[in-house]
């Protein structure tokens, strides 16, 4: 059985190795990105490239989105040479980023009217699984969509997940980040305050990493804050995007999240203090120089 043909657009570091795994699989690609090197990168493997959203989009099975921002995400498919306007009949869309899902669930239902339809399906692990074909990945959308892309899917991920209707992909990964950058804002002010109350930085990590507040994201934050070592590998201005999403998301629900917005308060704060190129647990240094009256 042939593979399908998949259209990707969103060259950067995790959808670019995404492309690489897929190629080193034997599928064909047509690819865009802003970012001609990233392009000429995928074409040199023997990609084809596309001028627009709507040539890619009529001459491929699956189009396949890793792109920033929900706006993004709206810009590629509504835009006069978008999505939108070429998708095919049958086709599918598959959106990797972290979006909105109240933007997602809109999407797919212009997408339905076309006859195409949507998965989301937000990734987790890192670029270098991407390469490997070892990703988390969180699918949601029609079980018949989801049924006819999982062998792609299967190709990417080391564990998928099949979550049900459209947009509890990009639901669940909204919570799993509020709840893990919540997390490293805590830890990291936690660090700083032992820091300024002259508790030895180590020992506390020493006590609290033997009982049961102890993770994956302790050990990233003392990491920085102990051992000068940036590690975790995700930036103080893409947790402030996903904390603002989980925040629209809330209000959508009709309900509130105090906890949401402390954290996304700090991290705010930290990217207006121009550390958003920083890995989160850089925000301890911010955490480090607040005084009373900040």
Known sequence: MSKPVIGFIGLGLMGGNMVENLQNKGYDLVVMDLNQDAVDTCVQRGAKSAASAAELAASVDIIMLCLTTSKIVESIIYADDGILAGIKSGSVLVDFGTSIPSSTRKIGEDLAKKGAGMIDAPLGRTPAHAKEGKLNIMAAGDENTFDKVKPVLDDQGENIFYLGQLGAGHTTKLINNFMGMTTVCTMSQAFAVADMAGVDKQQLFDIMFSGPSSSPFM??????????????????????????????????LDTASPIAEGSSSNLQAAFDAGMGNGNVPEIYDYFRSLTKQQ
């Not at 947790?239 to 925040?247: I, R, S």
């Open 219 to 252: 050990q990233f934050c003392k990491n920085y804050a102990v051992d000068n070592v940036s590690d975790l590998g995700f930036s103080i201005a893409n947790a402030n995007k996903d904390l603002g999403y989980f925040l629209a998301m809330v209000n959508d």
